[in-house]
């Protein structure tokens, strides 16, 4: 075996492992992303139908009454 080919299986089990590094650190990025993304719009929408319920009664308030 040449000290070439050595260092080249080393080199590409060095970027294997590297690439699949990068790929987790993406995947959980990706999916941290993802969880405040979904925060924003639940509490977005669960905002703006409080508010608008809020509205709703304060307009109809005369037919309790």
Do not use: D, P
Request: with cysteine; aromatic share 10%; hydrophobic share 55%.
């Amino acid at each position: 075996m040449s000290t070439a080919a050595s260092l080249h299986r080393s080199r590409k089990r060095k970027n294997a492992v590297m690439m699949a590094l990068c790929t987790i650190a993406a995947g959980i990025g990706l999916v941290w992303l993802a969880l405040i993304l979904g925060a924003l719009l639940y509490f977005g929408v669960n905002y703006a139908l409080s508010l608008a319920s809020r509205r709703l009664e304060q307009r109809f308030a005369f037919i309790r009454e």
